[in-house]
């Protein structure tokens, strides 16, 4: 059975109800066991209705009667471990709606070799939509269109729900899962890739990849160790878009909703412990609700909690320590550590599912990142029953001598964080128990002097993010989260906007534990429902500085403003602590009536000035800006290959360069975010290029161009501009060295002229080609000194800086001419991948760089050296290439390839670590280069080691 935790089923629930809570979950205990289900889920990709048995292939020729050889179909998905032809013809004899399979073998034109794609003609877009192209060996047939999705409640009335189905012969897969990111590009959607949602009409907002529905089924067996529990109930993090959920052949629920979390009670009728469960999830992602690429699939974690103890329990995310806050003076340290004097104001939710009162003592201890004491709180209290709730505090505030305090601080300091568990006793007996972590920091916002953190001005340099990465589309494991936050701090960025929805709790984790400030941002205005799910799961994170409401068009609603306020009151009820100021990336609500506690600059540098001056009183961020547009290793701009200059001098006419916006260069009395004290920071939009949105182009443009960093995470020519001025901005005790960046390459014609940029913080740069100096150019401050026609003449040309005294610093930067593509050279990644370990979900990154002979990474500066690289791994059973990317926006190369052209000289490949220990050994290959291989050390978990984190590997029971 289901059961609501609410007087009404939340919006999005059909045929069932469910509770809008998911996410992060309390380690196990002898009360409380927490069990993880990512592993070992059956898929099959594409919804045609009428069965999850299989087809009968007995006979191929009469089940694929249409012979598809030799021509290429779009649209389809690729069969993962699939090894030859036979092996794909059942790959689609697996899926009852598969009506067409095509397998790459060695020979031929056809790419990637050794690959399966299978699928439905109505979203390869029947044989109109497929192209000659040899190598393929291909069958299908033509079928009806999709039937209506399953009606909710009762028993299972269709074959793939059914827990008796055999779906043996399904592909097996862990989740997180984005199986849309596993398609063939597609320029035009068809058949159920077409259905609309917000933006949907038009495919190049996703990124040409199709949307479709597809089934994940899962068999577990709880222990017979778990009892009589009392509670029981399974949670899905995220699951993009649209869900329907079956336990053993009963319907659960369903949930419309991609970027929040569902929970589904269930009991032991339905679920059987100690024996073999089936759980179903139907997710149909063709209706996404936003104008890029949303992904689809079960892309989050899920779990499964049980509570053995009757009546008293606590609830979800109901430990509640985000109200710590310094008392006393704060005290810098020498290295940039901060301290103060700070107590602990915790509130327990507790709930009771008996029908009398009971009466239950608290508490609550908190330790430090050392394991060390700090110190405790107790307390009791009674709860009524039958679903009585109670939120008890203690009388006095924990007190914190001395504590250290969370902050952004530079490497190899760590932000300070601590620990509070909270034991939940009736009758003398541990019924419940509860961890949490957090940190103790002061914030301030003004109308006058913007953000302060720990009572210093700290700007906010901070980047809006959607969710995708490279391969791996939407569902990027935990692991991963960390490198992507910590490839922003490399350049000196200190903030993440969760555009435009809530994150995934490892994203938290990660902004905690590398000290970088987010923007935690709810969907749409108006959401009231899904309010307590955002701001319960997330207010015991210190990284959360502010709460947003909204983004843009979400906005909308029937009475905008008045919903937004019901939003901002309710967001401060549930975080009456937190002192987190509520703010939106809305213009329309600028202003002294603002119903929002910051206001939020949506671009529009121009008008900062103007806007302080109506509301001097009322802070304000710059909640979006620049969205200049560059690509790698590009310095003119083509609609037709879809590729945009990599010079700072491309936005669309809402925005700007990034020193423009940043800098206030070219803008009326400098007016931008860096040179204001009162505009608290800003959010670029965006930090990494990502799927979809590729203005200002079309097909065969992919991706967007926004991105400081590209997709793979490979640093542009623009990245340069925010290492030159982010990283010493709010004066962290660092000692950043002067950053010198050239461009563009030294690969053109003679004679050619050629306008050379530089970006750095240096207050001179001198420029000489082939050893004879052009000039020295003294730098704006938050700008960039460029020579323009320069005449080309092969060799090199190299540029070095200069300080205030006219002395020369640090080394002087060369760029010279290459040569052909030699070799290949592999390598770690940023150290992603250095050491994994074995079962946690990690990946690592191995990046490659095409050399010259002389050892320099060629500039390809057409992109047209054809150097197509081949990831292979070998030395463990369970390694894989997970997928590959270049950051080439334009590249149609399907993600999960093993091959990939290099762009520009540079290529990454995803390599998965899988259960065993070992080495693994990853070889990079081209036709006619010398290869390379790197290594991958895959250990035995260790939560001692300095480079693990319990955080991202999940340490709870796999079933």
Not at 517 to 537: A, C, S, T, Y
Request: glycine share 12%; with cysteine.
């Amino acid at each position: 059975q289901t059961r609501a935790m609410m007087s009404s089923p939340a919006k999005g629930v059909r045929g069932g109800v469910m509770m809008l809570v998911a996410g992060l979950v309390a380690g196990s205990s002898a009360e409380r066991i927490v069990a993880s289900l990512n592993q070992g889920w059956k898929f099959v990709p594409n919804d045609g209705g009428g069965g999850g048995g299989g087809q009968n292939c007995t006979d191929l020729d009469k089940t694929f009667p249409e012979d598809f050889s030799n021509r290429q179909c779009t649209g389809l998905q690729q069969a993962m471990g699939v090894n030859d032809l036979a092996g794909c013809a059942a790959a689609c004899c697996a899926s009852s709606s598969c009506e067409i399979y095509q397998w790459c073998g060695t020979t031929g034109a056809c790419t990637p070799h050794n690959s399966c794609w299978i699928g439905q003609l109505g979203g390869a877009g029947g044989p109109g939509a497929c192209h000659a192209q040899d190598g393929w060996e291909s069958r299908g047939h033509s079928g009806g269109p999709p039937a209506p999705p399953p009606s909710g409640g009762g028993v299972c009335n269709d074959p793939r729900c059914d827990p008796k189905t055999d779906d043996s012969k399904w592909r097996t897969v862990n989740v997180p899962h984005d199986f849309v990111v596993e398609g063939n590009f597609s320029e035009t959607f068809t058949g159920e890739a077409a259905a609309g949602g917000l933006g949907t009409t038009d495919p190049k907002v996703h990124g040409y990849l199709p949307f479709g529905i597809a089934w994940y089924r899962k068999h577990f067996t709880p222990p017979a160790t778990i009892g009589k529990a009392t509670t029981m109930y399974i949670d899905f993090d995220g699951i993009q878009t649209m869900s329907q959920v079956w336990l053993n052949g009963v319907f659960l629920g369903s949930w419309d909703f991609g970027y929040t979390g569902s929970r589904y009670y269930v009991n032991d009728t339905v679920l059987k412990i100690g024996a073999e469960n089936v759980l179903v999830v139907r997710v149909d992602c063709t209706q996404p609700d936003g104008w890029w690429y949303d992904g689809g699939g079960i892309y989050r974690n899920v779990w499964f909690t049980a509570i053995t103890s009757p009546g008293a329990r606590i609830a979800p995310w109901g430990l509640y320590v985000g109200g710590s806050k310094p008392t006393g003076t704060i005290s810098w340290d020498a290295t940039g550590n901060p301290s103060a004097d700070s107590e602990l104001m915790p509130s327990v939710e507790v709930w009771n599912n008996e029908s009398s009162t009971q009466d239950f003592n608290v508490n609550v201890t908190v330790v430090d990142a050392f394991g060390v004491d700090v110190g405790f709180v107790s307390g009791s209290g009674s709860v009524p029953g039958s679903g009585g709730v109670i939120i008890w505090s203690p009388a006095k505030a924990l007190a914190m001598p001395k504590a250290r305090l969370w902050h952004v601080v530079a490497a190899p300091n760590k932000p300070a964080l601590y620990t509070a568990t909270v034991h939940l006793t009736v009758g003398g007996v541990v019924v419940d128990s509860v961890t949490s972590t957090f940190g103790v920091r002061k914030t301030e916002w003004t109308g006058a002097t913007g953000f302060a953190l720990n009572d210093k001005p700290f700007k906010i340099l901070g980047n809006a993010n959607h969710q995708d990465f490279a391969a791996v589309g939407v569902a990027v494991p935990d692991h991963l989260q960390w490198y992507r936050v910590q490839a922003q701090k490399n350049w000196g960025s200190n903030g993440w906007r969760t555009a435009h929805n809530p994150p995934t709790p490892a994203l938290l984790d990660a902004c905690d534990e590398l000290g970088y400030v987010m923007w935690d941002e709810n969907h749409r205005n108006g959401q009231l429902d899904q309010v307590p799910w955002l701001i319960k799961r997330d207010r015991n994170h210190p990284s959360v500085v502010i709460w947003s409401i909204c983004n843009e068009v979400l906005c909308n609603s029937a009475d905008s403003v008045n919903d937004a306020i019901a939003m901002k009151e309710l967001m401060h009820s549930l975080d009456p602590l937190g002192n987190r100021p509520v703010s939106a990336n809305q213009n329309g609500w600028v202003g002294p009536k603002t119903p929002l506690d910051v206001q939020g600059f949506d671009y529009s540098t121009q008008n900062y000035d103007h806007w302080h001056s109506e509301a001097p009183g009322i802070p304000c961020i710059s909640s979006e800006t620049s969205s200049a547009v560059s690509d790698r290793g590009e310095y003119a701009s083509n609609a037709t290959t879809g590729h945009v200059t990599g010079y700072d001098t491309d936005y669309p006419g809402w925005g700007e360069s990034a020193e423009m916006a940043w800098g206030g260069i070219k803008e009326k009395d400098s007016e931008g975010i860096l040179p204001r004290a009162f505009v608290s920071g800003g959010w670029t939009w965006t930090g990494w290029d990502y799927r979809g949105e590729p203005t200002p182009y079309a097909w065969p443009n992919v991706n967007s161009h926004f991105g400081i960093m590209d997709l793979t995470g490979f640093w542009k020519d623009r990245t340069h501009w925010y290492a030159s001025w982010f990283p010493n901005f709010n004066d962290e005790l660092t000692a950043t060295p002067h950053h010198l960046h050239a461009f563009p390459h030294w690969n053109w014609n003679d004679a050619q002229p050629i306008d050379i940029w530089v970006f750095s913080n240096a207050a001179a740069v001198e420029l000489a080609v082939n050893g004879k100096v052009v000039s020295r150019q003294n730098m704006t401050k938050f700008g960039h000194v460029e020579w323009d026609k320069v005449p080309f003449a092969a060799g090199s040309y190299s540029v070095t800086a200069f300080d205030e005294t006219g002395a020369a610093v640090g080394t002087p930067e060369v760029v010279t001419t290459t040569g052909a593509p030699a070799s290949l050279r592999a390598s770690i990644r940023d150290g992603v991948g250095s050491t994994l370990y074995a079962g946690c979900g990690d990946m690592g990154l191995v990046q490659v760089e095409v050399l010259d002979k002389a050892g320099n990474v060629v500039s390809d500066p057409d992109n047209t050296d054809g150097t197509n690289i081949t990831f292979a791994v070998s030395g463990t059973d369970s390694a894989w290439v997970e997928g590959t990317g270049n950051g080439d926006p334009s590249c149609l190369v399907n993600n999960k390839s093993p091959m990939r052209p290099a762009y520009h000289g540079l290529a990454l490949g995803v390599i998965g670590s899988g259960l065993d220990t070992g080495t693994i050994t990853v070889t990079v290959s081209s036709p006619g280069l010398t290869s390379s291989t790197v290594t991958i050390d895959v250990k035995a978990q260790d939560p001692t080691a300095a480079d693990f984190s319990t955080k991202w590997c999940i340490q709870q029971p796999k079933w």
